[in-house]
């Protein structure tokens, strides 16, 4: 079983650029498909961003589509989450997630592990 922790949230102005980590527990997450998902109060969990197995491939939420992107490194168990010019409806609980029957996903029920979480709050 993988286990996935990630890192990296906390309060940011407008217009900053964290970088949130996952990492993993087994080597087992190489050969998974990766993404991050967010939740705000009072809305459902929203797709942000995913990569293939292979990491050639990535896919974007439209909310997000040109200010964050996404990288993972096999060698390290890492998946990360660059976020960029970040707005206060950027606020949210982050989660890190991986599906091991797909090459890549897009949607939360194509998952089978998920992280706890990492609050990131935008300030104006």
């Known amino acids: 079983q993988v286990l996935l922790v990630e890192s990296g949230g906390g309060l940011v102005q407008a217009g900053g650029s964290p970088r949130l980590s996952c990492a993993a527990s087994?080597?087992?997450?190489?050969?998974?498909?990766m993404g991050w998902f967010r939740q705000a109060p009072g809305k459902e969990r929203e797709f942000v961003a995913s990569t293939s197995q292979s990491g050639r491939r990535t896919e974007y939420g439209n909310s997000v589509a040109g200010r964050f992107s996404v990288s993972r490194d096999k060698a390290a168990n890492a998946f990360y989450l660059q976020m960029n010019s970040l707005k206060p409806e950027d606020t949210a609980v982050y989660y890190c997630a991986a599906a091991s029957r797909y090459e890549i996903a897009v949607l939360s029920s194509q998952y089978d592990i998920w992280g706890q979480g990492t609050q990131v709050t935008v300030s104006s």
């Open positions: 087994a080597r087992a997450f190489r050969t998974y498909a």
